[in-house]
């Protein structure tokens, strides 16, 4: 016979550890055209699908911060909690995700972990089969703005929980 033991009803968390440096006040005119750049990168594309973008180029480069952030506003936009939650193993579950979908997913990962030096042919020709060309350039900036977020994010240790959705909109 086993004994379970309940878990304590204020678990201690570890610390949350201290930002290494505040680099949106310290280069605000670096800040203030990533924001624009990420606007601008945004244009045309399903707030969703840019949502599903961000969350997996987040997981791939492990910016706690920016799942923090782009799992809320992908709530608020509607989003299922079941598709962010597969979206990490989204070639066991392509069910559920479109076609569409997939194609944004996959070319993401080609740009995010570019370990082979170069996004395949077979990536890139899939995802310009769902998307036209101007919606194409469109996607491939937002992926390279999201990695840009990710690098800040992880280099300066920013700390995640703090986010409210449509916080940064």
Request: charged residues 20%; glycine residues 4%.
């Amino acid at each position: 016979m086993t004994t379970e033991t309940a878990p304590p009803a204020n678990p201690s968390y570890a610390p949350e550890p201290s930002p290494r440096l505040n680099w949106a006040e310290l280069a605000p005119d670096v800040y203030k055209a990533m924001v624009r750049l990420d606007a601008a990168a945004r244009k045309g594309l399903d707030p969703v699908l840019l949502e599903l973008v961000k969350i997996r180029a987040s997981q791939l480069n492990h910016c706690a911060f920016c799942l923090d952030m782009h799992t809320k506003d992908a709530l608020a936009a509607g989003e299922s909690v079941q598709r962010i939650v597969q979206l990490s193993a989204w070639e066991e579950s392509p069910h559920f995700y479109t076609e569409r979908e997939l194609a944004a997913i996959e070319l993401t990962e080609a740009v995010t972990v570019l370990t082979d030096g170069f996004v395949p042919d077979e990536v890139y020709e899939k995802a310009a089969r769902h998307f036209a060309e101007t919606e194409l350039a469109q996607l491939i900036a937002a992926i390279t703005v999201i990695n840009a977020w990710n690098r800040f994010g992880v280099t300066c240790r920013l700390a995640p929980g703090h986010y409210q959705a449509g916080q940064h909109k």
